[in-house]
């Protein structure tokens, strides 16, 4: 029983990442395809960035270039190196067994040194653009640190908007995690890197991945299982956004580069995209 006509999924992938998915909503917005018409956005790590900013209507062209919380200088986050390699290296091998890596990560995220919460929350409050969920219904996951269990924030969670964000973009070794509610939360891509799963119930599911040609398609094939939509859309960077990219997609250096690789890109995909759009819009 499908009850949402459009759902929209959009994947981590770092500040670089979040970049390409802005340059693309902006460009397909400019091709007749409007991902903020979505019935329902679910934004997993950086991807919660831009979830935020579709699902209030805002015009994603504000983050062509980076946006620095008021009255900041601008010091990037604090990375803990150390912890940053020790959490790669259990997810490296986190395949046998995924909820004891999250387990472990967990811990690592716990011990790393990475600066205070707050200063992420308030990065994340000024890219999202808001501090008030939106009226469309948006999901973001996060993982609990002591646990590694997922929760999904939404409007109704008790989750300040900023908090949810900085929480599902919080990776271990970059960014603290984050509370809420008395728990500690970490980034909602160390279960899935869309949770494309959560649309379950649309007829029609674009997935945007910006991390498709660094991991095998085994897991987003399960999660498209349980979405069960009539159509999908999967959309990744395509050869000249992957070399835009560079080989680290934290690197901020990239920011513009990936944001115009997005714009350039949404001109074949608008053609790949509007008539599902417009098909599943068609069908109210």
């Known amino acids: ?46 991807g919660a960035i831009i979830g935020a900013v579709l699902a209030a ?22 990375v803990d190196g150390r912890r940053l390699g020790e959490a790669f290296a259990v997810l490296g091998n986190a395949a046998s067994s995924p909820a004891e890596a999250r387990l ?17 929350v308030e990065r994340m409050r000024a890219l999202a653009g808001s501090d008030q969920w939106p009226d469309r219904q948006l999901l973001i996951p996060a993982i609990d640190a002591e646990t590694g269990e997922q929760e999904v924030f939404d409007r109704a969670s008790g989750a300040p908007l900023p908090s949810a964000v900085a929480a599902s973009t919080a990776f271990p ?17 160390l279960q899935s890197a869309t949770n494309a799963g959560l649309a379950a119930g649309a007829r029609t599911l674009v997935v945007i991945d910006p991390q498709a040609h660094l991991f095998p398609r085994e897991l987003l094939h399960q999660e498209l299982v349980v979405a069960g939509a009539h159509t999908v859309v999967t959309i990744e960077p395509d050869p000249a956004s992957i070399r835009a990219f560079g080989s680290d997609l934290n690197d901020r250096t990239s920011w513009e580069p990936a944001y115009q690789a997005g714009l350039r890109q949404a001109a074949d995909t608008a053609e790949q995209l509007r008539l599902a759009w417009k098909i599943a819009s068609d069908t109210h």
């Open 1 to 46: 029983m499908h009850t949402l006509d459009r759902a929209l999924a959009l994947g981590a992938g770092g500040p670089v990442g979040a970049a390409w998915m802005a340059g693309l909503a902006c460009g397909l917005r400019h091709g007749g395809v409007d991902l903020s018409e979505a019935d329902l956005i679910v934004g997993t790590s950086t």
């Open 57 to 78: 209507g805002q015009d994603p062209v504000r983050l062509a270039t980076p946006v620095r919380p008021a009255g900041s200088d601008g010091t990037p986050p604090q």
């Open 104 to 120: 472990r990560v967990g811990q690592i995220a716990l011990a790393a040194e990475t600066g205070p919460e707050q200063a992420h």
């Open 173 to 189: 070794g970059i960014y603290p995690p984050i509370t809420i509610n008395g728990r500690r939360y970490m980034d909602g891509s």
